[in-house]
C-alpha cells in the first residue's frame, strides 16, 4: 500500500466519476507540460497562464468552486471540502503556484457565497463558467491582515452609490480578478466594515506591481475613486468583519494538504535518487543515518496525511452546535505545514547538492515549503488561537455522536453561514482520553499517553501564571504541546477508520513522543518557568519512544524503499 499521491496511479477517495475526470484531467494536462516545462517556468516567474486557460477551458474552479444552487444544473457543481482539499494536495504536488491561484480564488469567492448579496452570487457562478479566478482584497501594507486598521474608505458620492480610495497588498491574483472582494471602512459617520467587489479591468483600478518574485502575481493595487453601486456591497457591519475571518476559516484548511502535495513530490524524488547512487562503496539508502532521515519523513508524512483526512470529517459535519472544527483548522495550519517542512529538512539532508539543482522539482518544493505556514495566520497566531480551546479540550469535554467519514459529494453549505467569529472559549470537544486508551497496547502510544497525562496535570496544577500566558516564549510551546495532543488523536481516530496496520500507528508515535519532549525540553529550559513546571517538564522528557527494530525494518522495506522508482514525472 502507498501512503502517498501518486498521481499516474490515482487513488482518489471521492465517488463521483465527474471528481475523477477532473482530476484526471488536471494531472494529464501536468504531465503533458512535463518537468522540464514546470521546472523552466519556476526559474523565470513565468504566469501560469497555460494552467488558467485549462481551468477555464475544463471549467475545474467551476465545479469545484460554485454551489450546486448556482451550478445552472451541472451536477459537478458544488463546494466539497473533501474534494478541494484532494485538489489542492494534486495541484501543489506539481507547484505551489498553481495551487496558489486556487487557494486565492477560494479566498475572494468566501464573501460573495457569505453574502445576501443575490445578483453578485449568480455574476460570479457567471464568471466561474466563463474560467474566471478571484481575488481577496484584505491586506494591506502597513497593516498586513490587521483588519482592526483597515484604511481603505468607502465614501458616499452623493447620488446613491459610493468611492473607493486606498491600497491593497499582498493580493493573490490581483492582476487578473474579474471580483475582488475588497475589504474597507463606510465613512459616512458609522464607520462600519464594508465589502465590496472590484474588478481589475477597470480605469480606477490601478494595478502598481507584484510584490513578490515568483510565477504568482501577488499584487499591490490602489483603488483611485473606484464607483461602488449598490449591487456591488457584499456585507456590511457586523456581517463584513465576521465574512472576514470566516473566509479565513475556509482558506486556511487547504493549506495543510497543499503542503502534503509539495512534500510528497520531493519524497519520490529524494528516495529514487538516493536509492540509485552510490559513495563509498555502498549504496546511500544502506547508510543507518539516510535510512533514519527517510523513515521519519515517510512517518511525518503519513501522520500528516491521516490528520488532514479526519480533520475533513469535522470540517464537512460542523453546524451550529458543533464547532469543533475550529481547534482542528488552526491545528492543521501550523501542524502540518510546520511537519511538511520537517520532511523536506530531513530529505535535503541526504540528498544535499541535488536539491539545488533547477531541473529538479525537489528544487523548487525546497523554495515554495516555507511558505505555507505563513499565510492566513503566522504559526505563532494560529498557535495562540488553539490555546483558547485548551481548558475545555482537557477539563470539560462534551457527548459528540460519532463522526462518520464525510466523503459523499455534497455541498458544505455550513461553511458560508458559520455565524459570529467568537465565542470560541465556549466551544466543547468530545473526551480525547478514549482513542488512546483503545490504543494503549501499542508501545509508544502508550508512551505519548503517559506524556498527555503529566501534560494534563501540569496544567491543573502547575499551569502558566499570568505574566507566563502574556509571553509568547512560554505560551507557544506550551501551545505546540497541546496541539500534538489533537494532532495524535485524530490521527488513531483516521488510523481506525481505515484500519492502518498497528506496527505503523505504533511507529508514526515514535516520532510524537520526541516531539513531544523536545517542546518540553524548550518549557524546562526558560528562565521564566516555575519549579513545578520544570519537574513536569522533566518527566515528560524521561518518557522515552520505545523502539521496534524488526518493526522498522519491515516498514522500511515494504513502504519507504519500495518508493524507489515509483513515481518520475514526464519529461
Partial sequence: MNFLMQPKKLKTLLSDPGSQVILEKTVAFFETMGKTRLTEDFNRKVWYRGFVDFIAAERVFA??????????????????TARNSEYSELLAFYGLGYWYCFQVTILGLGPIWMSQNEAAKVRAAELLRQGAIFAFGLSERAHGADIYATETSLSPDGAGGWRANGEKYYIGNGNEAEMVSTLGRVRDGSDDYVFFVANYRHKAYELKKNVISHQEYVANFALHDYPVGADEILSRGPAAWD???????????NIGPASIGVAEHCFYEAITHAANRTLYGMRVTDMPHVRKNFMEAWLRLVGMKLYQRRATDYFRSASESDRRYLLYNPTSKMKVTLQAEEVINLLWDVIAAKGFEKDTYFAMGAVDIRGPSKLEGTVHVNV????????????????????????????????????????????????????????????????????????????????????????????????????????????????????????????????????????????????????????????????????????????????????????????
Avoid at 445552472?72 to 463546494?79: I, Q
Avoid at 522500511?556 to 524503499?561: A, F, G, N, Q, T
Fill in 63 to 80: 465545479k469545484l468552486l460554485t454551489p450546486r444552487a448556482y451550478g445552472g444544473g451541472d451536477p459537478d457543481c458544488r463546494w466539497d
Fill in 243 to 253: 465574512a472576514a475571518l470566516n473566509t479565513v476559516n475556509i482558506g486556511k484548511f
Fill in 384 to 571: 495562540q488561537l488553539i490555546r483558547k480551546f485548551m481548558q475545555n479540550y482537557f477539563f470539560n469535554p462534551a457527548d459528540f455522536p460519532p463522526v462518520p467519514p464525510a466523503l459523499a459529494p455534497a455541498d458544505d453549505l455550513f461553511l458560508f453561514r458559520q455565524g459570529p467569529a467568537k465565542g470560541l472559549g465556549a466551544i466543547r470537544f468530545h473526551d480525547f482520553a478514549p482513542v488512546f486508551a483503545a490504543n494503549a497496547h501499542l508501545p509508544n502510544v502508550a508512551a505519548f499517553s503517559r506524556q498527555i497525562s503529566i501534560f494534563k496535570e501540569m496544567l491543573a496544577k502547575a499551569g502558566p501564571d499570568k505574566a507566563q500566558d502574556l509571553d509568547p516564549s512560554f505560551s507557544l510551546p506550551l501551545g505546540e504541546m497541546f496541539a500534538i495532543v489533537v494532532y495524535g488523536q485524530l490521527i488513531l481516530e483516521q488510523a481506525a477508520l481505515d484500519r492502518i496496520d498497528a506496527r505503523i500507528v505504533n511507529q508514526v508515535f515514535d516520532v510524537m513522543v520526541g516531539d513531544f519532549a523536545r517542546f518540553a525540553l524548550q518549557i524546562y529550559g526558560m528562565h521564566a518557568a516555575r519549579e513545578d513546571q520544570r519537574e513536569c517538564c522533566r518527566e515528560i522528557m524521561l518518557i522515552r519512544a520505545v523502539p521496534a527494530p524488526e518493526q522498522a525494518a519491515w516498514i522500511w522495506k515494504d513502504h519507504v524503499l519500495a518508493l524507489d522508482g515509483e513515481y518520475r514525472m514526464s519529461d
